[in-house]
């Protein structure tokens, strides 16, 4: 008698900062933030993802690095919210994100989110739409009508949920040709002759953004301030 082949149950991996997440189905009730406050996992979450789109806007209020966790083989661009780990220096005294500050769509989608499936050991191409699993309550907003029709404020959030995850697949595509043209350096990589032959500069654009500002703080918005140099120093200054 022939034996059939065992499947696997599809596992589905969360996010970077999600807890357990489940397929987002037309019947589930969700716990929707309100207001202001933020979700307990962003309150200590450090670094946190962004797209490229948001590159602009983000680059105003956080520093934006890029994170490898292969050794150097795949990117993914980050926004810095703190010198420590698990330090939000954005989140306010009441657990509000900081008002005067960009806030990134990885945030704004919670508690949604897009995720690929594993099935038998391999990932699937295609993602799913997700909602945090302790967000899911009988208690919660519908999301649909009784026609089976997005409500006004699942159609915002499904949007955003979306435009976003599109904007993920292009930032892999963009870290994955700057690898393959070494757009993106490691920090052994690196050399540069500017200790010995740059002080005077570093020193000159170094002194005015500390100047009369706080030491040893943990908090770069409190040690640092940003200036306007004329476009030859500026160049010098950020190749050096």
Known sequence: M?????TTTPQI???????????????HRVLLPKG?????????MNPIPVSYTEFPIAARDYPLVFISGDQGKTFTPMLVTGLASQQNLFVMWDNTWDRRAYVPAYVRRYPFCMTRMMVDGRESTERLACVEKIAVNARGDALYDDDGEPLPEWSARQK???????????????????????????KSDLATLAPFMANWLRYFV?????TGLRDNVPDFRLC???????PFSEFLYWRM
């Not at 022939?2 to 065992?6: F, G, Y």
């Not at 991996?13 to 019947?27: I, S």
């Not at 202001?36 to 200590?44: G, I, K, S």
């Not at 892999?172 to 700057?178: A, I, N, S, V």
């Open 224 to 230: 640092v301030r940003t200036i306007t140099l004329d």
């Open 160 to 186: 955003l949920l979306f435009d976003y995850e599109k904007d993920l697949v292009r930032t892999e595509e963009m870290c994955r040709l700057l690898e393959e043209g070494k757009g993106l350096l490691s």
């Open 36 to 44: 202001t406050a933020l979700p307990m996992t962003f309150r200590n």
């Open 13 to 27: 991996t969360p996010p970077y900062g999600f807890q357990e997440v489940v397929a987002l189905t037309k019947t």
């Open 2 to 6: 022939a034996s059939t082949p065992e």
């Open 206 to 210: 170094g002194t005015p953004m500390h």
